[in-house]
């Protein structure tokens, strides 16, 4: 019998699907982030929050540097320190710059190079392609949010040499930081699948930045009223730390509102990445 | 032989313009030439077959499960497609090992697989320069390399010969062909004539987005009977035997070279034409040099069937 009238058979095996399918895309795309010009600088910058906290938590673990605590307000309480270290306009200011960083090109070069059939031409579906590059952004973000922040509180621990930490306390040092960059790395993903030019990318995402807290002090100083800070996307971040750490709230709302910012970007973005994916895809 | 690919009434358009228009298809393994000028549907085809494009109208099955959408069916499908989309500061073995690792391969086996893919194609001396100093052809057997390395049952190839130098289009040519002996089903479009002739007589003519014809390219030959079989004879006596030919029926044209020693006949009837030219040549006993058919090729079959 002629080979072709017996078919091809290449493969007995059963066919599995793994979910791990996006960890290559992600480690792919770490790899390539860490080895972009300037990413020594914007990490040490990223991390100078981290060093300048950790002496605030040594001095206020010392007794002799008491002093210290009485003009420090935030070294008052651990609550404090740790929602100033997490919501801080420094480190929201870096992990912007890291956003844009790590994440402005993830899809625009993808739309640029016209590589989603390198990706769809794979065993892998729309939500492990999404998943992969979602995880590079987070993968960043995380380590300059909530790694530190666990790195200060075991450092708090050895200082004072007591492991007992309150576990509402540890549960907003875990859950801040995670709520904090998903927002942002999704509102980084879904700019970035607006346009090809990754340069136009960098600049919407800072100006979502800049334009949000901007608009919201201006119309904060028209109609007096701080609700307007819930479309601040610091002033959110700010505010939602205050919630979750349980201190006091940074503008005069309710402090859960600010949930809700985070949930409707994070949201948004989901469903306008899978749209222009499927989009992309049907060759619509 | 069972179908590897079966397309029932397919249809896309990208707004107003057409891409293929109600396409009913079947295709088994082996090579299969889709050949149609530029603008047919042949990528469109191509792209909706592996996947990378939802179908207005109708469905396309491959080993009998729909494609788009189903990720898993991608470990048998190898898909080249026309236009680069490479990352260009890559260098073709980070490139080529990411594609693998995407396949679900471990690091070993993604660098095994990665190595033989560039060596087959030529590229593992040049596997650490950056695609970006690749030339078009370089590209172009980075793009195959990336379509054989899980070694596919079907392989997808759109224009994979284009802006390829000589020596590497006749080894990629038979690269095709051994994919076709293993019993792998290939399925690779051009507009090159030659090419596809070279490498399978089993085409399918896609022109305006509709299948125009299928099958052995000899066998749809024979099928057009709007245009008469040309047969061009070389002899010592073209005069002679057009004389024994005049009185046949099937008979309906006779030219003569204008060197004097050859004649075309136009024939209805082929299979009759050659009987009755056999029996001829045995008994007057003029000596033949050669028999051609100067329309039995794939030019003139695809030009009869555009109507050109």
């Not at chain 1, 210290?68 to 912007?96: Q, W």
């Not at chain 1, 190079?113 to 995380?142: E, Q």
């Amino acid at each position: 019998m002629d080979i072709r009238e017996k078919g091809y058979r290449h493969w007995e095996g059963e066919l599995k699907s793994s979910h791990l399918n996006w960890l290559p895309i992600a480690l792919n795309g770490v790899k390539t982030v860490f080895k972009k010009k300037y990413a020594k600088l914007i990490f040490s910058l990223s991390a100078s929050t981290f060093f300048i906290f950790l002496a605030a938590v040594y001095v206020s673990t010392k007794p002799e540097l008491k002093i210290l605590s009485e003009l420090v307000r935030l070294l008052k309480s651990d609550a404090e320190l740790f929602k100033t270290f997490y919501a801080n306009g420094f480190l929201i200011f870096m992990l912007v710059i890291l956003s844009i960083f790590s994440g402005a090109d993830l899809i625009s070069a993808d739309l640029k190079f016209k590589a989603f059939p390198l990706y769809f031409a794979r065993p892998l579906s729309r939500g492990d392609y999404l998943t992969g590059k979602f995880a590079i952004v987070l993968f960043y973000l995380l380590s300059f949010t909530l790694m530190p922040g666990i790195l200060l509180l075991l450092f708090k621990m050895l200082f004072t040499g007591s492991l007992t930490v309150s576990p509402l306390l540890l549960l907003a040092i875990l859950v801040f930081p995670v709520i904090e960059c998903v927002c942002l790395a999704s509102l980084t993903l879904a700019l970035s699948i607006l346009s090809p030019n990754t340069k136009f990318i960098q600049i919407a995402i800072f100006l979502v930045y800049m334009f949000s807290n901007n608009l919201a002090q201006i119309l904060k100083a028209i109609f007096k009223s701080d609700y307007f800070f819930l479309v601040s996307l610091s002033g959110n971040i700010r505010q939602l730390g205050c919630f979750l750490f349980g201190v006091q709230p940074a503008y005069a709302f309710p402090a859960w509102l600010s949930l809700l910012l985070p949930l409707v970007i994070s949201g948004l973005s989901f469903w306008l990445l899978v749209w222009r994916i499927r989009k992309a895809e049907a060759g619509a | 032989m069972t179908a590897v690919l079966k397309a029932e009434k397919l249809s896309k358009w990208y707004g107003n313009i057409l891409g293929i228009s109600d396409i009913n298809l079947e295709i088994a393994s082996g090579i299969t030439g889709l050949l149609g000028p530029n603008g047919a549907g042949k990528s469109t085809f191509l792209k909706i077959a592996a996947g990378q494009l939802k179908p207005k109208l109708g469905s396309l099955t491959l080993f009998g499960q729909p494609v788009f959408g189903n990720p898993d069916i991608f470990r048998r499908i190898g898909f080249c497609p026309e236009h680069d989309s490479a990352y260009s500061e890559m260098s073709g073995w980070q490139f080529i090992l990411l594609l693998a690792r995407l396949h679900g391969f471990d690091r070993r086996e993604a660098g095994e697989r990665s190595e033989k893919a560039l060596l087959t194609v030529g590229l593992l001396e040049s596997k650490d320069r950056q695609i970006k100093g690749y030339s078009f052809g370089m590209r172009q057997r980075l793009r195959l390399a990336s379509s054989i390395l899980h070694e596919p049952e079907i392989l997808m190839l759109d224009e994979p010969l284009r802006g390829v130098d000589p020596l590497w289009r006749i080894k990629i040519m038979q690269l095709i062909k051994d994919y076709g002996k293993q019993g792998r089903t290939v399925i690779v479009s051009s507009h090159i004539l030659p090419e596809i002739e070279a490498m399978t007589s089993e085409i399918v003519l896609i022109h305006q987005g509709k299948i125009f014809a299928k099958g052995d390219i000899h066998r749809i030959r024979g099928l057009i009977d709007s245009h008469p079989h040309q047969v061009s004879i070389r002899c010592q006596e073209p005069r002679r035997l057009a004389q024994e030919l005049i009185d046949c029926d099937f008979v309906l044209s006779m030219d003569f070279g204008l060197d004097g020693r050859s004649l075309t006949v136009k024939t209805n009837q082929r299979d009759l034409f050659f009987t009755a030219l056999i029996r001829l040549i045995a008994e007057s006993g003029v000596e033949i040099e050669e028999i051609t058919s100067p329309d039995d090729n794939l030019q003139a079959v695809f030009d009869y069937l555009i109507g050109k």
